[in-house]
């Protein structure tokens, strides 16, 4: 058994301090972030370059001693490994050709050897599998493929994910072939980052809450019950934190339902809720909105407190509920994992 904390939550203990990272922990609010960041140029060449990938990962380790580090690359490395066109404009976010038609789609001709492109980023976790301090668990990570077709169909991150929904609508077998595809892909790439070094994975599906209904089962809990079971045959025991972002009441029963040992809350959920109708199932991990770590003050440590103190009945791992943006002060998080280390 693993001593590590983290493992041990996942693993189902309820602990006395549950242990602690953050979505986007190496980030732009962080001043050693950015310098890397100009060092590599703009931010696909720092996903691309394994020995400046590594050292972003470690920046947030080293200055906060989190529980877990997670590897730095980007859910859009699959589109790019896929073949699709891929730049970030500065400021605004992902741009990516579109996928529109069956020709676009026949396009993506990179498809057959995903892993050469992805190399890089398994070097990432074998220098991070070396150079982590004993206590820090490394996760690896992909996005889900409804998430990551949102962005493959329109060329970009979209409010309400509405080109998506349309090609669904419009072209089932063009978005079918499409989610198949990403699922392949990130049952591959996953496997991979796991033989690199990975001891946990986790899935980001940022916009399953705007799958509806039979929607969300066909399009965020099928695809995570094949890849959690496709992962789990060949690497039984590497934990799985499942993320459907503002999944709502479809959070309940979803580790069950896809295999996956723990589910990541957004902030939208109630923890009071969250504790009785999810937690009731195993591990969850979350959930304290981000903007806390803008804002700081009295207001951000009660909510920790409350936070922590809601989910001490049974396996927990303290995280926010989205990624820490780039206007958060680096005090604030000090102060937020000493609350959670001292409210225990
Ligand atoms: O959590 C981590 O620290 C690990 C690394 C990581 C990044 N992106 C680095 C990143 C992870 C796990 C992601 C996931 C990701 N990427 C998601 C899912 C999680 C979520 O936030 O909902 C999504 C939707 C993306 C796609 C993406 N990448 C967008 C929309 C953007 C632009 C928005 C922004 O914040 O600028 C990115 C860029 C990105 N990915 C940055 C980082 C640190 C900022 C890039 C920079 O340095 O300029």
């Given amino acids: 058994m693993s001593e590590k904390l983290l493992m041990r939550a996942l693993g189902g203990e309820t602990l006395d301090v549950p242990p602690i990272w953050m979505m986007r922990q190496a980030g732009r609010y962080l001043p050693e972030y950015r310098a890397t960041r100009a060092e590599a ?38 589109p790019d490994a896929l073949g699709s066109d891929l730049w970030f404009v500065t400021g605004e976010g992902p741009r990516l050709s579109t996928i529109e038609t069956e020709d676009d789609f026949a396009a993506l001709k990179r498809g057959d050897d995903i892993h050469g492109h992805l190399a890089p980023v398994y070097e990432t976790l074998r220098i991070l599998s070396r150079e982590l301090p004993e206590e820090t668990t490394l996760i690896g990570f992909a996005g889900m493929p409804w998430t990551v077709a949102t962005y493959m169909i329109a060329g970009r991150g979209t409010p309400d994910q509405a080109p998506a929904h349309a090609l669904k609508a419009e072209n089932p077998t063009l978005f079918n072939a499409l989610m198949d595809r990403l699922t392949d892909a990130t049952i591959a790439y996953l496997s991979a980052q796991i033989e690199a070094g990975a001891e946990v994975v986790k899935l980001f599906d940022s916009w399953a809450g705007s799958l509806k209904g039979q929607d969300f089962d066909d399009y965020a809990l099928a695809p995570a019950k094949r890849i959690v079971s496709a992962l789990k045959a060949k690497h039984p025991d590497v934990p799985i934190i499942a993320f459907p972002r503002e999944g709502g009441d479809r959070y309940v029963g979803f580790a069950k339902a896809t295999g996956a040992d723990c589910v990541a809350l957004d902030n939208s959920v109630d923890a009071a809720w969250a504790a009785q109708h999810v937690q009731s199932d195993g591990c969850v991990q979350g959930n304290l909105a981000s903007s806390h770590m803008v804002t700081g003050g009295d207001d951000m440590v009660r909510e920790t407190r409350e936070i922590v103190e809601v989910f001490s009945k049974g396996p927990h791992i303290f995280n926010l509920g989205h990624g820490i943006t780039p206007d958060a002060d680096p005090e604030n998080v000090q102060l937020m994992i000493d609350t959670v280390r001292s409210t225990s």
């Avoid at 691309?48 to 980007?74: C, H, K, M, S």
């Fill in 41 to 78: 140029g703009d931010f696909l060449s720092l996903c691309y370059n394994p020995d400046l990938a590594a050292e972003v990962t470690l920046q947030p380790i080293r200055r906060y001693g989190f529980d877990a580090a997670i590897l730095f690359a980007d859910i859009l490395l699959i």
